[in-house]
């Protein structure tokens, strides 16, 4: 079982995107996923088509020790995904010791998925402290612009300076997304340049490239497979999801 932390310091740039149609495509690849939405935005809750107000219960019960996450899963497609709702945030304000191992806890028992996809805040907050420190790796979407850059690069310094010292020691950043990508835009030629020499080696090969279908999708509820699946965005997806695959066997 894989466990990934879909993550970057900025928001914007294809986080629950990502997180949704990687966890689709893998799923038409007949792998057997979990998607937990551990952002208190909520946003991968409502790409999927459900309603954070109209859920009684999400992942902050779960973390909280009120309920088993294996009680709030909610199946849809093939994909079982543990919700968010807003009251998320408050999970600063629980006096609970090492608050940042409430997801791993939780989880601990999960083991009959091959993927387990979280998308995360956009920031170092404990929200995202959980997801680092179950995860085993950190994949990155990075819009092609200058300030994602520098969002993307501190993440990636603080995982080597901080969240493996104290909080998960075997956590490795697995890949860089490059998002909203325009073929003729100099910017993100540059950016793909420079996140390649100070970064070698971590860029999937895939570009996700800017599209109205990807943009559109959420509005419905849906998938971008389920949307437009003949799209660019679909078509991208499934390439980035097979080179994730692929990975298994290196």
């Given amino acids: 079982m894989r466990t990934i932390a879909i993550s970057n310091n900025k928001g914007g740039v294809g986080k629950t995107t990502s997180t949704v149609n990687i966890a689709a495509a893998l ?7 979990l998607v937990i939405d551990i952002d208190h935005q909520a946003q991968t809750t409502y790409h999927f088509g459900l309603k954070p107000s109209e859920l009684k219960y999400s992942i902050f019960e779960v973390l909280k020790g009120e309920f088993y996450y294996e009680d709030i899963i909610i199946h849809r497609n093939g994909i079982d995904i543990l919700p968010a709702k807003t009251d998320l945030k408050d999970l600063d304000f629980l006096p609970f010791p090492a608050k940042e191992f409430l ?3 939780a989880l601990a028992d999960a083991k009959d998925y091959d993927y387990v996809l979280i998308d995360c805040p956009p920031s170092l907050g404990i929200l995202t402290y959980n997801a680092l420190a179950y995860s085993q790796e950190i994949i ?9 850059f520098h969002g993307m690069y ?4 603080g995982v080597q300076d901080k969240i493996r010292k104290h ?3 075997k956590i490795r950043i697995s890949g860089i997304i490059g998002t909203m990508y325009s073929a003729g835009k100099d910017i993100n030629k540059e950016v793909l340049n420079e996140t390649e020499a100070r970064l070698p080696g971590l860029l999937f090969k895939t570009r ?3 599209n109205d279908d990807l943009q559109a999708a959420p509005s419905w509820g849906k998938t971008i497979f389920e949307y437009k699946p003949d799209s660019k965005g679909a078509a991208d997806y499934m390439n980035l999801a097979k080179e994730i695959v692929a990975a298994e066997t290196e």
């Avoid at 799923?27 to 996923?33: A, C, P, R, S, T």
């Fill in 167 to 169: 909080l998960n020691k």
């Fill in 27 to 33: 799923e038409i690849l007949g792998k057997k996923i």
């Fill in 154 to 157: 501190n993440l990636f310094e």
């Fill in 208 to 210: 996700i490239r800017k």
């Fill in 103 to 105: 997801l791993k806890e």
């Fill in 140 to 148: 990155i979407p990075l819009q092609l612009e200058f300030l994602p």
